[in-house]
Structure formats: structure tokens, C-alpha cells
Nanobody, 121 residues
Framework: QVLLVESGGGLVQAGGSLRLSCAAS????????MNWYRQGPGKQRELVAS???????DYADAVKGRFTISSDNAKRTVYLAMDSLKPDDTAVYFC???????????????WGQGTQVTVSS
């Protein structure tokens, strides 16, 4: 079993900053990648940022230059620093991890419960 626990969401004014964290635990042999997704009101879930086990990062165009993804492999934790927040960034943010579960050679996706980010204008 793999557990992802997010924290750091909240209410912030436009132009403000928030930092999300996601800690992975459980029967993890190896984490191949960790990602942040978001789902805004009436919208589909979209990929916001990703980081591979080697530290390669990628961002959605909408957040480039404003959001920064990072990880602490020893702590199995991924972070999302969000600056210059806009009302359009309002969404539930989900942590996702692509891992190999201990005892298997199969990689699988796992999701956190989500954390609400609300940006007021």
C-alpha cells in the first residue's frame, strides 16, 4: 500500500504565494516520478508540474515561471512552490506518484486526497 499525504493548501490573495507538500510512505521500492495535478471548478484534472527521480522537471505552460517543483528523495517528499498566484489557479491540487511497489516489478500510479487552493481577487 502506498500513501500520499498533501499539505499546505489554503486561501491567499492574488499575487500571493503558497507551498504545497506531499509525503509518500508505504511499501515503496522506488519512486520513478512525482507530479502535481489540479482540478478547478467545472474543469478537468490537469497536470501542473512533474519531477523525475533524476530531478528532471516539467511544467504546464500556465504555471511556467511562477511555480517550482522540487523533491527531497530521502524524505520521499515533493513540494510545489507557487508564486504570483492568480484566481485561475484556484483548484484542488492532487499529488501523484508513479512508483514500483516493494515485492513487485510493476510501476503504478498513486494519488493523494487533494488539498484546496483558493486565490481571491
Amino acid at each position: 500500500q502506498v500513501l500520499l499525504v498533501e499539505s499546505g493548501g489554503g486561501l491567499v490573495q492574488a499575487g500571493g504565494s503558497l507551498r504545497l507538500s506531499c509525503a509518500a510512505s508505504g511499501n515503496i521500492f522506488n519512486i520513478l516520478a512525482m507530479n502535481w495535478y489540479r482540478q478547478g471548478p467545472g474543469k478537468q484534472r490537469e497536470l501542473v508540474a512533474s519531477i523525475s527521480s533524476r530531478g528532471t522537471t516539467d511544467y504546464a505552460d500556465a504555471v511556467k515561471g511562477r511555480f517550482t517543483i522540487s523533491s527531497d528523495n530521502a524524505k520521499r517528499t515533493v513540494y510545489l512552490a507557487m508564486d504570483s498566484l492568480k484566481p485561475d489557479d484556484t483548484a484542488v491540487y492532487f499529488c501523484n506518484a508513479y512508483v514500483i511497489v516493494t515485492g513487485t516489478w510493476i510501476a503504478s500510479d498513486h494519488w493523494g486526497q487533494g488539498t484546496q487552493v483558493t486565490v481571491s481577487s
